[in-house]
């Protein structure tokens, strides 16, 4: 089983930053792809961004003037550096990855951290 842990959300005024870690740990063999998507509510859940084992990032649209996405494969760790937040930033944003185990390989989610704008 494998569980990925997210943290460092909160609230946060407008033009304010934030960074978000999640922690994959458990029985892991291998970690592809490591991403983060966000939903507010109402909405459905959007990528915001993904990046490979190897540091290929990729993001979601409007995402990367003020976001910045990097991993640290040695802690299975990937992070989210959001900058400039304004309120329609405002989501549950949750972590992803593509895991291996002995098990087999598939994705798994965290279990999602609120991040607030708001002055």
């Known amino acids: 089983q494998v569980q990925l842990v997210e943290s460092g959300g909160g609230l946060v005024q407008p033009g304010g930053s934030l960074r978000l870690s999640c922690a994959a740990s458990?029985?892991?063999?291998?970690?592809?792809?490591m991403r983060w998507y966000r939903q507010a509510p109402g909405e459905q859940r959007e990528l915001v961004a993904d990046i490979t084992s190897g540091g290929t990032i990729n993001y979601g649209d409007s995402m990367k003037d003020r976001f910045t996405i990097a991993r640290d494969n040695a802690k299975n760790t990937v992070y989210l550096q959001m900058n400039s937040l304004k309120p329609e930033d405002t989501a549950v944003y949750y972590c992803?990855?593509?895991?291996?185990?002995?098990?087999?390989?598939?994705?798994?989610w965290g279990q999602g951290t609120q991040v607030t704008v708001s002055s």
């Open positions: 458990g029985r892991i063999a291998n970690i592809y792809d």
């Open positions: 992803n990855a593509d895991v291996r185990t002995v098990l087999g390989r598939r994705d798994y």
